[in-house]
C-alpha cells in the first residue's frame, strides 16, 4: 500500500488500467496519469473544467462532460479529442460509457430523460429512454447489452440495448450506487434498510440482500474485484 499526497484540491474519479501499471485520476479540472510503482511520478493528460466522467479502461478511453451539457469522449494516452456531443439539456445526472466504448449514456437533471444513448464509433444518437426525471446512476453491462439506471425513488430501471425496451423495473429504495459483477450476471446496489446491499440476478430477476455485519445505511460506492469474488463498499 501507498500513500501519496496529489497536487488536486479534490479527485472524485480514478481508474486502473488493466495491466495496473497506471493510475488515472480525475479531480475539478485536471485529468491525470500517475505511474503506479511511483505515484509521486504524474503526467496531466487534461486540463479544463470537468464535471462527470466515465472510464473505459480496457480501450484507453475517458467521457467527459463540460459546461451547458457537453460531453467529450478522449483517448487516455494523449488526451486527444474523438467525440463531442450535446448531452440531454445543460446539467447532466450523469453519463457512462461501455466496457469497449461502443456506447455513451448520459442522463439530464431535474426533467429528464431517464437516459439518452449514442453509438460513439459514428456519434449517432441510438436511443432515449423517456422518464419523468433523469437517471441518478447509469452503469452499462460488461457485455454492453444492458443499461441500468438508479431513479430518486422508483428503483432501478434495466433497459435492453437490443430490443430498446424496458427489461425489468426493480423495486428498490434510495440507491447511491450499483455496479455489475464482472462476468454481468449479477447486479449489486446498496440502499436504505436493515440489509442494505442488495443482489439481482440478470438472467431469473431473482433477488436476495446481504446478511452480514453491515450499517444500515446506504453504500456510497459499490466496486467489485477484478475476480468478482470480493466488493467493497
Not at 33 to 39: K, M, S
Not at 41 to 60: D, E, R, Y
Not at 112 to 121: D, E, Q, S, T
Request: with cysteine; glycine share 10%.
Amino acid at each position: 500500500l501507498r500513500s501519496v499526497q496529489t497536487e488536486e484540491q479534490s479527485i472524485d474519479d480514478m481508474a486502473f488500467t488493466n495491466d495496473c501499471n497506471w493510475l488515472y485520476t480525475k479531480g475539478d479540472a485536471t485529468l491525470m496519469r500517475r505511474d503506479v510503482a511511483d505515484p509521486t511520478s504524474f503526467h496531466v493528460v487534461l486540463q479544463g473544467p470537468m464535471q462527470k466522467s466515465a472510464f473505459a479502461p480496457s480501450v484507453l478511453r475517458v467521457a467527459l462532460s463540460g459546461r451547458e451539457g457537453e460531453i467529450s469522449i478522449h483517448r487516455l494516452l494523449t488526451g486527444s479529442e474523438e467525440l463531442r456531443l450535446q448531452g440531454p439539456g445543460d446539467r447532466l445526472r450523469d453519463i457512462a460509457l461501455s466496457a469497449n466504448a461502443t456506447w455513451l449514456a448520459a442522463s439530464g437533471a431535474f426533467q429528464g430523460p431517464a437516459a439518452r444513448i449514442w453509438h460513439v464509433p459514428d456519434g449517432q444518437l441510438l436511443t432515449t429512454f423517456a422518464g419523468s426525471d433523469g437517471a441518478r446512476r447509469l452503469e452499462f453491462s460488461p457485455d454492453e447489452k444492458l443499461l441500468v439506471g438508479t431513479g430518486h425513488h422508483d428503483g432501478l430501471t434495466l433497459w435492453d440495448l437490443e430490443s430498446l425496451s424496458v427489461r425489468d423495473s426493480i423495486v428498490a429504495g434510495y440507491v447511491d450506487d450499483v455496479g455489475y459483477a464482472p462476468d454481468g450476471r449479477h447486479l449489486v446496489w446498496g440502499e436504505f434498510g436493515q440489509y442494505p446491499l442488495q443482489f439481482y440476478n440478470v438472467e431469473s430477476g431473482a433477488r436476495s440482500a446481504a446478511h452480514g455485519t453491515l450499517p444500515p445505511v446506504s453504500p456510497n460506492v459499490v466496486e467489485f474485484s477484478r475476480g468478482g469474488s470480493m466488493i467493497a463498499v
